[in-house]
């Protein structure tokens, strides 16, 4: 039920362990605020009963009090005199706030999102991908199951079913809310002093009956006042939140809670090619959503009455011919054949007309003597022949197959998913999620960069620096930017055991050690964010020179890593060719 996967019950008794806590902040103010409105008409039909009390006495009880007919029991008369003191608010209010508390409560159990089947299998599907790459399992090394994980992942990135149901979900909400808010606001101008009733339904005998006989007074005609101002206040952040839920659904980048899609934006594949196609203008948006929801109003309606009446007229089970079509490339040579075969023998034609006026106008010994003169103009005559024909074959040559462009996938379920998952799940392991879905390289690629890190020889301290680990790391930053961003934490591993790091004020991702020269170390390191570790780097291991008097004269007073590195290797080598010559 839509309770259920509000609250989610199932997971708070642990019944019901593997699956994503779906609903957000908002969507639980949401069925807060909902029950409020309900607890706010139960109490007020309590306090007032059934039947609003009214309190009638003579009209010479109001002034004076001291005569006999004040202290007789009017309620008979009271109960006569409802149908003309009452207005409909005073006769209704409480009943009012019933039936929109019933209105409201009620649209949470519609199966439009929350409850629906087809909204909880697509959390599932992207669940048990998640659950699947966090935990690393071994399956997910299988080829056959990451084809099933880019298969499922492909519905998600095409499907629009969530944002649908959610816009729709919320947009009713909203539309009740606002309707309840001018109703109990029109009511509740009715028990104030203001004499405002923009409806007409106030009552128009002044508080007076039976002729004038009567003075009469609701006695909780304050308690409906103060109620209807409450509700008012609760039905108007009810609407704020559903109006930031529609909002939601919209698929503007990086408001209303879609940060994601711009981070998804800046994906990039190695040919450098944007991963997603994200619509980041909020006018296109705006106006793609627009002509969306036209579509679903005026057109959608009527290819459904088509496709109905198709249906009903069995059209689809007429049989359909089989064209059977040519390969391209087949026809292509055919049609150069035939072309060829035309343009030889247009030239035996003219040849043959050439030859037979040359007869008869007496030319023929002419045409003997020069027949080396027209042999240098035959190959002219084929040379703009050649060239036409290659300039025909250009003009024939098979055009670029058109393409659909890809859509724009701010509403895709993937990332609507993502983004509602990002107020349950820290936003940094969402963005990591990415780099295990797609051919982008995550922060395990970091490496110790030997060539900025270095020594200080002043007071034997060393800077170590790593290498950037591409859009990945610069989206973490940009998400971490007002914590600190990204930090290297890490330590050295050496003869005296392990040696804490320290920050540098130059980058707070450089680490700092003391170290003593001639001695060999293992740096363990790590990346954090908010206090979590994100990814275990791999470890190094370097050894400090003895002597760095040479590297000085060379490097000056910072050595880069570099030179150790390159040191450390020649000694192992020769060390090890020494061990093999004695061995010899």
């Known amino acids: 039920m839509a309770f259920l996967d509000i609250i989610n019950i199932p997971g708070l008794l642990g ?64 109960g006569l005199c409802k149908n003309e003191v009452l207005s409909l608010p005073d006769a209704n209010f ?135 101002v409450l509700t008012c206040f609760v039905l108007l ?42 619509q980041t203008n909020p006018i ?30 069995r059209k689809h089970d007429s049989p359909k011919e089989i064209i059977k079509r040519l390969s391209a490339t087949n026809i292509r040579a055919e049609q150069k054949e035939t072309k060829k075969v035309e343009k030889e023998a247009k030239a035996l034609e003219t040849a043959v007309n050439g030859d037979d006026a040359a007869v008869k106008n007496g030319d023929a010994a002419a045409k003997n003597g020069d027949a080396k003169k027209e042999k240098p103009k035959e190959k002219e005559e084929k040379k703009p022949k050649e060239a036409e024909e290659k300039k025909e074959e250009k003009k024939e040559e098979p055009k670029s197959t058109p393409l659909v462009a890809r859509p724009a996938q701010n509403w895709s379920d993937l990332f609507f998913i993502i983004d509602i998952l990002s107020y349950n799940i820290d936003q940094c392991d969402l963005i990591l999620f990415m780099t295990k879905i797609n051919p982008v390289p995550g ?35 940009t998400e971490l930017a007002t914590e600190g961003g990204l930090q290297i934490v890490g330590w050295l591993e050496g003869p005296t055991g392990i040696m804490w790091s320290q920050r540098t004020k130059d980058s707070p991702k450089n680490l ?5 020269l001639g001695s060999t170390y293992e740096l363990v390191s790590a990346v954090y964010g908010r206090g979590r570790m994100l990814a275990r780097l791999q470890n190094f291991t370097f050894q400090c020179p003895q002597d760095t008097k040479k590297q000085m004269k060379k490097y000056g007073q910072n050595i880069p890593l570099s030179a ?21």
Request: charged share 15%; with cysteine; net charge neutral.
């Open 443 to 477: 922060l395990e690629n970091k490496k110790v960069n030997v060539d900025i890190s270095y020594l200080d020889t002043s007071n034997n301290t060393m800077v170590v620096s790593h290498t950037d680990a591409g859009v990945i790391e610069s989206l973490l930053d």
């Open 564 to 584: 150790f590195i390159s040191q450390s290797l020649f000694q192992k080598f020769s060390s090890d060719q020494g061990s093999q010559q004695k061995n010899e």
């Open 94 to 228: 409480h009943y009012l706030l019933v039936v929109l508390a019933l209105l409201l409560v009620g649209l949470l159990t519609v199966p439009i999102y929350w409850g629906s089947n087809a909204s909880k299998e697509l959390f599932d599907n992207f669940y048990y991908i998640w659950a699947k790459l966090k935990n690393g399992d071994e399956e997910c090394k299988d080829v056959e199951w990451k084809r099933r994980m880019h298969f499922v992942l492909d519905q998600l990135k095409s499907g629009k079913t969530l944002s649908t149901r959610y816009a729709i979900y919320h947009g009713l909400a909203l539309v009740l809310d606002l309707v309840a808010l001018v109703v109990v606001g029109l009511f509740t101008l009715n028990f104030t002093d203001l004499g405002l009733d923009p409806l007409g339904v106030a009552s128009t005998s002044g508080g007076k009956c039976a002729a004038d006989g009567f003075t009469c007074a609701i006695p909780n005609r304050d308690l409906f006042k103060w109620f209807g």
């Open 15 to 78: 019944t019901d362990l593997h699956a994503f806590k779906r609903a957000n902040v908002y969507d639980k103010l949401d069925l807060g605020l909902a029950g409020v409105v309900a607890l706010i008409g139960v109490s007020v039909l309590i306090l007032n009963g059934f039947s609003s009390p009214l309190t009638c006495v003579p009209a010479g009880c109001s002034s004076s009090g001291t005569s006999t007919n004040c202290a007789l029991d009017w309620t008979y008369q009271s």
């Open 512 to 516: 700092a050690f003391a170290v003593s």
């Open 284 to 313: 296109m948006v705006l106006l793609q959503t627009l002509l969306v929801v036209l579509k679903l109003i005026f057109i959608a309606p009527i290819q459904w009455l088509l496709a109905f009446c198709r249906f009903y007229a």
């Open 237 to 278: 952040v009810k609407a704020i939140i559903n109006l930031k839920c529609l909002l939601f659904s919209l698929g503007l980048p990086g408001l209303f809670g879609r940060n994601f899609l711009i981070y998804a934006d800046n994906l990039k594949d190695n040919s450098d090619k944007s991963i997603y196609n994200i």
